[in-house]
């Protein structure tokens, strides 16, 4: 005996052609996308960038001089680091006594032969990455004293130097506009590829 179908074709296919037309009444308007206002907070909170990048604005910012400052060069340093140059708006206020907190050399005055071992140590005792800022005509050549026996021809005999600010002595305005190339200089570090 046959089993009696309890739906008929014709029903099934009304039944579907029912679901369909449903579909399309409501697919008029478009369905919000639950995750949208993802794309808002993302556009607000999040900033896409390089780890080189942030490296290098977070050491840029930092810069903590060390003391190196043999001669009358270091008057116009203590200029630029007073109030109106203001160097703690480059995040350069401390300047530190130790070379293992610091990491910017600022080289200011007359170098001796027999002061020079003392640099190169406080230099080689400074954490990496460092620089060094050679600051007037003394700290660059020797500037008045190159040719005396007992005076370094220019810091970069002993270390190596990253910005030559000119001048005897330079005015706080020429250190700072080394101090902001040197910025530009550590701007194109990469930690995998030394300077870009
Ligand atoms: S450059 Fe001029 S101001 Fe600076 S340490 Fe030499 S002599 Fe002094």
Known sequence: MEIEEVYSRQQLDEAEGR???ELIARSQRIIPDPDGWLDEELKRNILVTSVDAVLDWARRTSLWPVF?????????????AASRFDISRFGMEIVRASPRQGDLMITAGTLTWKMAPQVK????????PKWVIAMGACAISGGIFRSS??????YNRIIP????????????????????????????????????
């Open 19 to 21: 679901q369909i037309n």
């Open 68 to 80: 190196c400052f043999p001669a009358c060069c270091a008057f116009e340093f203590m200029t630029t």
């Open 121 to 128: 140590r406080i230099y080689d005792q400074m954490a990496e």
């Open 149 to 154: 026996y007992s005076v370094v021809p220019g």
């Open 161 to 196: 130097i990253d910005v030559y600010v000119p001048g005897c002595p330079p005015r706080p305005e020429a250190l700072r506009y080394g101090i902001r190339m040197l910025h530009k200089k550590i701007s194109k570090t990469s930690i995998t590829r030394g300077v870009r």
